[in-house]
Nanobody
């Protein structure tokens, strides 16, 4: 079974960079699309980025295009989200999730496995 664990969150200033990592303690997620979502207080969980199981297809929310990069190393069982030029509106709990659907899958309900989340706070 896929068991996802996020790491790398923290408190940064606007304009800073941060790298989040998602690992699978179940060690079988190499065949899954992995997505990153975020949820700010009082808001719905929203799609941030996703990457196909081969790593060849990536998709991003418009709000993060050009600033965030998703990548994966299946040999290391990790999917990273490199975040640059962070803004206060990027503040949220970030979750990684796994689905057998393709990377252009934006609805949280289509993802079967979730991590516990990691907090990212961007101060102005």
């Amino acid at each position: 079974q896929v068991q996802l664990v996020e790491s790398g969150g923290g408190l940064v200033q606007a304009g800073d960079s941060l790298r989040l990592s998602c690992t699978d303690s179940g060690r079988i997620f190499s065949s899954y699309t992995i997505g990153w979502f975020r949820q700010a207080p009082g808001k719905e969980r929203e799609f941030v980025a996703a990457i196909s199981w081969t790593g060849s297809i990536r998709d991003y929310a418009d709000s993060v295009k050009g600033r965030f990069t998703i990548s994966r190393e299946n040999a290391k069982i990790t999917v990273d989200l490199q975040m640059t030029s962070l803004k206060p509106e990027d503040t949220a709990v970030y979750y990684c999730a796994a689905t057998l659907m393709g990377p252009r899958t934006y609805g949280p309900s289509h993802y079967n496995f979730w991590g516990q989340g990691t907090q990212v706070t961007v101060s102005s």
